[in-house]
């Protein structure tokens, strides 16, 4: 069984507006219902210095560990992050696969290789959103999300997200008949990423066409004998 790796938030990668430790979770379950065995750290740095040659897939569930909020977080340790860019850039190397949730898009700061694989990021004094509401989501036409309905999610609408011009558009949140991106996929070298904006508490984990999405994009980065297996078998 193919093994995921989900780093949580805490301690510098915590903030007072998300609860990771409870959408992680979610975020499990979901993974081990699409085929992976998945292990939760909130020891993000000491756990990408430690190496990720264990693992098929890692999903990030964070927040920004340069705007810290939590009282009394520790200040990173340069020789651990110095590790772990380079096991990170390894295993990006043999084509490990990524998932980033939501915060993500602002998380790992301190590992530049993150935020070229994942194909944007949020940028501050540029990225926004509005207060948390209902969102209509709109999926596009791309064999992950194929036949999956529009939906609606009680979520954040990240807006004006800094996207790089590769990426393959997968979903994207309706307001005044305008489209802002909300999830894509990304080939970084031998890498497949995909990032999904959505994820700010567990009422969107509470969506049933946010999970879909999120089965969807779980399975495709299974590796790929086992995504091709369970494709015959869905036909």
């Known amino acids: 069984m193919p093994k995921a790796l989900i780093l949580s938030g805490a301690g510098r990668y915590a903030d007072p507006w998300h609860s990771y430790a409870d959408t ?18 909130d020891q993000i740095d000491e756990t990408l210095a430690a190496g990720l040659d264990d693992f098929d897939l890692v999903i990030v569930n964070a927040g920004d560990p340069w705007h810290a909020t939590e009282e009394g977080a520790p200040e990173p340790d340069e020789a651990v992050i110095a590790q772990g860019r380079l096991a990170l850039a390894t295993a990006l190397e043999r084509g490990i696969s990524l998932l980033g949730v939501h915060a993500a898009a602002n998380s790992l700061r301190d590992y530049p290789q993150w935020r070229f694989a994942l194909g944007g990021e949020w940028t501050h004094g540029k990225s926004w959103h509005p207060a948390v509401g209902e969102i209509h989501i709109r999926t596009l036409h791309d064999e992950i999300v194929e036949g999956l309905s529009d939906f609606n999610v009680m979520d954040e609408r990240y807006t004006a ?37 959505l994820g700010h508490d567990l009422r969107s984990f509470d969506s049933r066409g946010h999970r879909s999405l999120l089965r969807r994009a779980l399975s495709w980065l299974l590796p790929r004998q086992k995504f091709d297996d369970a494709r015959r078998k869905r036909s």
Request: one cysteine or more.
């Open 24 to 41: 992680s979770l979610r975020l499990e379950a979901l993974a081990h219902d699409s085929g992976w065995k998945t292990t939760i750290t």
């Open 161 to 197: 997200l800094t996207i790089d011009r590769d990426i393959e558009l997968l979903a994207e949140a309706i307001d005044d008949q305008k489209g802002h991106p909300i999830a894509w996929a990304h080939q970084y070298g031998r890498s497949c990423v995909i990032y999904d904006a």
